[in-house]
């Protein structure tokens, strides 16, 4: 587990590193309102495939990951998941063309740029896919690089074979995006077995299982509509100038960065657990829980408060003085990143024991938090309003996710949340004091803070040196080789 964290980390970090610099030169070159302009094009393609796909996705990486450890084939998950995503593809791409001009109007794009985002939304569908594949069948090196070659492939268009003029068009980089999406799936399309796709069939069993276990997500990807960055800079487009839009998306894009790292963790995880809770091995996974987990915990407290401690002079000084007002969104986000953390390690064991409409009401029950705080928030204090709304939204969402775990394995998981006490008193200074005064309390602060965590947990005992026992078991899990 441990080896497929490094690979897929190093693969999404590269990957991250080279967004950012593609960033960096996005900003320069389209300004803050042309940058603006090219998030809300993003954020409709992002609808797209919340509405129409990726609802089924954990369903791909779970009955994918049970098919392989099975008969070493994932041929019947992938095809019962394209049996179920055809209808809403088809249905999404029919109303965008029946509201066409209200939508293109909207988008401030002409009726003929649809169509590119309709590509960039099947370009990044085909990779997403050809990623959960990956996962299912452990191939998690392959997994880290489709992860990487989707960005290296963007950067090359931008630096090097396309004329500089063609990225002050906010619609060409939706196309360069799509295209690089495009020819990395092809290539892992290219390095999966014959296994992965055929024979092509139509499994009603398989069928009827996974519509069963994806319906409730269904419902809570589209109620997640509401929970997530897009609804948030459609509120800012309206009650805001759009010059907020460019500044809000890129904190969450560079918040994304860091938190993608919590997402690496429950890809990791998903497969996995899976198998474990088919198996019945729970006390493994408590074990997992109480010795292994605190530490993960206490790692990303330690990042996500340096990245707080770090925002104001980092973000105006790589993209530019115009957009140094998203130093605050990246900062509050940490706070948000702390609850994903809590939410991301957990949430695949809520999906493992197949408790789907759990989650739909956890993402019910955040989305309305989220709206209900936006609409108060936004107008009055902008970008961090709607970071702040982010902030209650994903700690609802953790708190019930822990919660339900809780129950489920009888053993106090509630505690874990404590490991949000440094970055909380990291944001607490940067809200209070001036810049010279931050430095010189926050720092100190979060650092006894973090020690005391590490006393509290009793990290670092040598007795924690027999829980590698246990993660070798979580990385012979997914093939289905017994643990030595």
């Not at 996962?135 to 989707?150: H, K, S, T």
């Not at 090097?160 to 068009?169: D, F």
């Not at 390095?191 to 092509?200: A, D, H, M, V």
Request: charged share 10%; proline share 4%; net charge positive.
């Amino acid at each position: 587990m441990l080896r497929n964290f490094l690979v897929v980390g190093a693969g999404n970090y590269g990957a991250m590193a080279i967004s950012l610099a593609i960033n960096a030169v996005l900003t320069r070159r389209l300004g803050v309102d042309q940058f603006g302009h090219l998030a809300l094009l993003l954020t409709a393609s992002q609808v797209l495939a919340l509405v129409a796909a990726n609802w089924t996705h954990t369903a791909l990486v779970r009955f994918g990951a049970q098919e392989f450890a099975r008969s070493s084939s994932t041929a019947s998950s992938f095809w019962t998941r394209i049996w179920m995503v055809l209808p809403w593809v088809a249905l999404a791409a029919l109303a965008m063309f029946s509201a066409r001009t209200a939508v293109a109007g909207y988008l401030m794009i002409p009726a003929w740029g649809l169509a590119i985002v309709l590509a960039h939304f099947g370009a990044a569908f085909l990779l997403l896919t050809i990623g959960a594949m990956f996962q299912a069948r452990n191939e998690m090196r392959r997994y880290g690089i489709v992860l990487f070659c989707d960005k290296v492939v963007m950067a090359l268009m931008l630096f090097a074979l396309l004329p500089a003029a063609w990225t002050r068009n906010p619609l060409a980089v939706l196309g360069m995006y799509a295209v690089s999406s495009l020819a990395v799936s092809v290539w892992g399309f290219t390095r999966l077995s014959r296994s992965s796709f055929l024979p092509i069939a139509f499994d009603r069993p398989a069928y009827r299982a996974m519509m069963a276990f994806s319906l409730p997500l269904l419902l809570s990807t589209w109620v997640g509509l509401f929970g997530t960055n897009w609804f948030d800079i459609v509120l800012i487009k309206k009650y805001r100038p759009l010059s907020e839009v460019g500044l809000y998306s890129l904190g969450t894009v560079l918040a994304g960065v860091v938190q993608q790292v919590t997402i690496i963790f429950s890809t990791l995880l998903l497969p996995r657990l899976s198998v474990m809770v088919g198996r019945g091995e729970l006390d493994r996974i408590r074990a997992f829980v109480d010795r292994v987990l605190p530490y993960w915990f206490a790692g990303t407290a330690v990042l996500f408060a340096a990245v707080a401690v770090g925002a104001r002079p980092a973000v105006p000084w790589v993209f530019g003085r115009a957009f140094a007002p998203a130093a605050s969104v990246l900062a509050i986000s940490m706070l948000a990143a702390c609850a994903l953390a809590l939410f991301n390690a957990f949430s695949p064991l809520v999906a493992a024991f197949g408790a789907t409409w759990a989650l739909t009401a956890i993402a019910l029950v955040s989305g309305a938090v989220n709206v209900a705080l936006d609409f108060a928030w936004i107008p009055g204090y902008g970008i961090r309003g709607a970071a702040l709304a982010t902030v209650v939204a994903y700690a609802v969402s953790a708190a019930l996710t822990v919660v339900y775990v809780q129950r489920r394995l009888q053993q106090n998981v509630v505690r874990l949340g404590v490991f949000v006490l440094p970055v909380v008193i990291v944001c607490a200074c940067l809200a209070f004091l001036d810049a010279a005064r931050f430095y010189v309390i926050a720092i100190p602060a979060g650092a006894v803070a973090v020690s005391w965590l590490v006393h509290h947990f009793q990290l670092f005992r040598g007795e924690d040196a027999t829980f590698l026992k246990d993660l070798r078991y979580f990385a012979a899990a997914a093939s289905g080789t017994p643990a030595q």
